[in-house]
């Protein structure tokens, strides 16, 4: 699903207001029937910002671990999910650069594996790879269209 718009149109607030970034200052977002705060409570939504928002101190790695600190995964748990999706992610190597040493490409890859470290049921994209040059934003496409094919879901989008 997309959303269109003119520049400046309310799309990137409509996916902070669905994410539960900001508040509506009216109504309500409802997901399968619920509101949009309890569909997040099952981690079902990640959100992908314009920039890729790396922790500069952080390594890859620790980048896509940050995206699982607030639950109660084990500390060797978030280790092994995020090694797995930066495999994924076709990272795999580089787990230890910082983000100084990765290129745009591979600092979006980066931010990526944080999106979908959670395995979420709706991931939130706001032109993520905008930044990136024609080529390197093709192959992101491209990339994100092989791991939807991966990570499909077979149980509905509504059952966590």
Known sequence: MGLLGASGSGKS????????????????????????????????????FQDDRLLPWRTAIRNVEFALEAGSLPKAERA???????R????????????????????????????????PRILLMDEPFSRLDAQTRTLMHDELLRIHQLKRHDRCLCNP
């Not at 669905?18 to 409802?30: A, E, F, H, R, T």
């Not at 076709?90 to 787990?95: I, K, P, R, S, Y």
């Open 13 to 48: 607030t409509l996916l902070n207001i669905i994410s539960g970034i900001l508040k509506p200052d009216s109504g309500q977002v409802c997901i399968c029937g619920a509101g949009s705060d309890e569909f997040n409570e099952w981690r079902a939504i990640s959100y992908m």
């Open 80 to 86: 092994r999910r995020s090694r797995e999706t930066l």
């Open 88 to 119: 994924l992610v076709q990272l795999e190597g580089f787990e230890e650069a910082f983000p100084y040493q990765l290129s745009g490409g591979m600092r979006s890859r980066v931010a990526l594996a944080r999106s979908l470290v959670t395995d």
